[in-house]
């Protein structure tokens, strides 16, 4: 396990890179990227969606492109002070709401879509958090995970392995299956310097 799959060690780490998050993050994951993801799922403007990990709201900008009214959810209470900057603490269209992706504190059958980029690659336990997913979403629902591509060579992956999750496409079908998911498929994205930096999961729960 890396050092940044520690819930005190992951928040400790927000606290600092939240003051420059929205400067270095578009060279990570950009709107190009956020957009390419967001076409893999099907919308209507009424749909209830839950954006988890959402930091300073960056995918819940692009959400809110294509639904009224995102919920959203993050352990770092420095990051959602900077997404409330553009949003607002309160009221809709984005209801926020500090917690944790492996204890959601809503109801089962909840959602339409659930949405995750940028967070499970701090997840102690990622299947506990993708079963909570599930339990969230209504049947049918869709869920989308965003997170980092494992590397090729074996420096940079014994580096990766140390400091949080990367996995391939074959880790992602187990962990989503295990998590009772169906119809898993991935998507490899990156910016044009750096591709395939990025693994993009998403599935269904179950009819």
Known sequence: MGIL???ARARLFYKYLSKIYDEINPYIWNE???TEALELLEFEPEMTVLDVGCGTGFA???LLEHVDEVYAIDQSEHQLERA???FGKQAPP??????DAERLP???DTFDVVWSSGS???WPNPILALREFRRVLKPGGQVLVVGPNYPDSLVTQTLADA????????????MFKTAGFEDVKHLFQGPSYEPEVAITTIARAPE
Do not use: S
Request: glycine content about 6%.
């Open 5 to 7: 799959e520690n819930k």
């Open 32 to 34: 190009e990227m956020r």
């Open 60 to 62: 819940t900008e692009g």
């Open 84 to 86: 409330y900057d553009k």
């Open 94 to 99: 984005v209801h926020f709401h500090r917690g």
């Open 106 to 108: 809503f109801a089962t």
């Open 120 to 122: 499970i690659e701090y």
């Open 163 to 174: 400091i949080m999750l990367f996995y391939d496409e074959y880790e992602a079908d187990r």
